[in-house]
């Protein structure tokens, strides 16, 4: 049985990096056609992929926070980290990591979301 | 990017209502079309791939429809259960994958 569960801090700073970690379970990212994502949705908001890690440590990322995301995984550990620097007040969401469908890009298994608020 | 747009942005219907939500992607991207269904508080939850394939579990009366840049999710008949937000994502080759704007469907 496949779950993923979020976790970091529920108040950042601007400025500030944002350091979410993703532990999973039921599944394996060393196998092949695994990966596993990462998506936000601000508040009232619909959903925004950010970046995804393959199974290979292949990566991607939505080119509009290229810049500003770095995800990584620790197969040993069962977790994905995703690190967002230069967080902003519209940075403000729920933070999903979710499970990719092996050899498609859509997400079958979704943690819970946890809350990131930007603010001084 | 691939943009998707879905419509209408807010449906009012009934308990029985044939629903139906639109879903139109700015290229083609063939049959690569997920449907979410989201509530309040909650994760999304998968309804269907490729268009038209129904995740197992899923009541029968969620169907997908469509290819290239249009498609459908229709509710045969609403049931209590389904007032939520659906979203569509495409998935067509590499990335980015984006998601529409989601279709709240409210009670009437």
Redesign the interface.
């Known amino acids: 049985q496949i779950s993923l569960q979020e976790s970091g801090p529920t108040l950042i700073k601007p400025t500030q990096t944002l350091t979410l970690t993703c532990t999973f379970s039921g599944f394996s990212l060393s196998a092949s056609g695994v990966g596993v994502g990462w ?1 936000r949705q601000p508040p009232g908001q ?4 950010l970046a ?1 890690i393959y199974w290979d440590d292949d990566k ?4 509009s926070l290229k810049n500003r995301l770095t995800i990584t995984k620790d197969t040993s550990k069962n977790q994905v980290v995703l690190t967002m620097t230069n967080m902003d007040p519209v940075d403000t969401a729920t933070y ?1 990591c ?1 499970h990719r ?1 092996s050899g ?5 298994y ?4 946890t809350l990131i608020t930007v603010s001084s | ?1 691939i943009q998707m747009t879905q419509s209408p942005s807010t449906l009012s219907a009934s308990v029985g209502d044939r629903v139906t939500i639109t879903c139109r992607a700015s290229q083609t991207i063939s049959i ?1 079309l ?1 449907w ?1 269904q ?1 509530k309040q508080g ?5 309804l269907i ?1 490729k268009a038209s394939s129904l ?1 197992s579990g899923v009541p029968s009366r969620f169907s997908g429809s469509g290819s290239g840049t249009e498609f459908t999710l229709t509710i045969s008949s609403l049931q209590p259960d389904d007032f939520a937000t659906y ?1 569509c ?1 495409q ?1 067509n080759g ?9 279709t709240k469907v409210e009670m009437k």
């Open positions: 998506i619909a959903l925004e992929w995804l991607r990322y939505t080119p999903y979710a469908y498609y890009s859509y997400f079958d979704w943690g819970q979301g | 990017d690569w997920a979410y989201q909650k994760a999304p939850k998968l791939t995740k979203y994502q998935y590499d990335s980015p994958w984006t998601f529409g704007q989601g």
